[in-house]
């Protein structure tokens, strides 16, 4: 079965890149020990700002994976399912030697996606506005 529609085409990419990126984030829960930099004090902060950051954009991957799927209440849905995804990680690092599961780490996870998700918000309002603005004067 060939797919010739474009927006399937796309949708399906989309659909990989939000796979991709949950394997990364799976990778590197996997990895024992895993250390960004000597010092305990900042690898902690690096460790959850990379927590935040990568779960921002798995937010913000779904979305636009839900959108190319013309799913309703996409930004819900994507905070939702990231959300969802960072409890398994936490789960699976129970796994991992050296890692263990911690609910703080949810927690970091999820306000990355909310941040992600808030941004992405407001960047969608404030490009609908000039179109509204336009519209209005027209």
Do not use: C
């Amino acid at each position: 079965m060939t797919v010739d529609n474009p927006s399937r085409r796309l949708q399906g990419l989309l659909w990989l890149a939000v796979i991709a990126w949950a394997g990364l984030i799976f990778a590197l829960s996997a990895t024992p020990d895993l250390r960004f930099v000597s010092s305990d004090t900042m690898d902690f902060f690096v460790r959850k700002a990379g927590h935040m950051a990568v779960f921002g954009i798995l937010a913000v991957l779904i979305w636009g994976a839900l959108t190319a799927s013309a799913a309703r209440r996409t930004l819900a849905l994507s905070l939702m399912l990231t959300v969802l995804y960072a409890a398994s990680d936490e789960i699976h690092q129970s796994f991992t030697a050296g890692r263990h599961p911690s609910p703080v780490d949810v927690g970091i996870d999820s306000v990355g996606a909310l941040i992600a998700v808030v941004a992405l918000t407001l960047w969608l309002r404030s490009r609908q506005a000039p179109r509204d603005a336009s519209r209005d004067r027209g």
